[in-house]
């Protein structure tokens, strides 16, 4: 069963925009990572955020945390055509496992 | 090798089959997973490996699966007796040290498709 859930699950918008993740989870968790996959290809980890801690910043990448809420959110600014891939947010939780959710999936438009 | 590397990158077979995927991980990494994804899904967990031994084979879906891990290195998922609804993107892992602990390095995945 997936641990992390995303939302929307897919987004489309417009070079220059922001793009907003959101991730939702069931149970405590140690951190949670955010990945990024293009079409037809492996995962690539973007940033990894733990569970004291609430904001991280990456480049153009934003990502918050709220345990209370159980839910994280990836903010991309200034998108570009490039940034059109799938995100999927993965959480480890106490049983030391990673566990991936369904993925948003985001278009660019140039 | 400078990143995980997967092989076939593309296998077609035939129902009632056997296949065997190959992952080589990044050098020195202790650590590895194999995922399995369906098309335009979530990554789904098989079996992970601290060294050679796998402590967590809860994900892998019936007995017409296996994997092993030989040396710390290179590790082989076999599949039995493939069925249709074995087709997916199988997808290799690997980290530094302890389990789940930071980020995992993917490889490109092996794309099974189940005829």
Known sequence: SQQGEEDPQALSIQEGENATMNCSYKTSINNLQWYRQ?????LVHLILIRSNEREKHSGRLRVTLDTSKKSSSLLITASRAADTASYFCATRDAGNMLTFGGGTRLMVKP | GAGVSQSPSNKVTEKGKDVELRCDPISGHTALYWYRQSLGQGLEFLIYFQGNSAPDKSGLPSDRFSAERTGGSVSTLTIQRTQ?????????????????????FFGEGSRLTVL
């Not at chain 1, 293009?38 to 492996?42: E, K, L, Q, W």
């Not at chain 2, 997916?88 to 892992?93: H, M, Q």
């Open chain 1, 38 to 42: 293009n079409s037809g290809r492996g």
């Open chain 2, 84 to 104: 249709q609804e074995d087709s997916a993107v199988y997808l290799c892992a690997s980290s530094h040290g302890g389990a789940w602990t930071g980020e995992l």
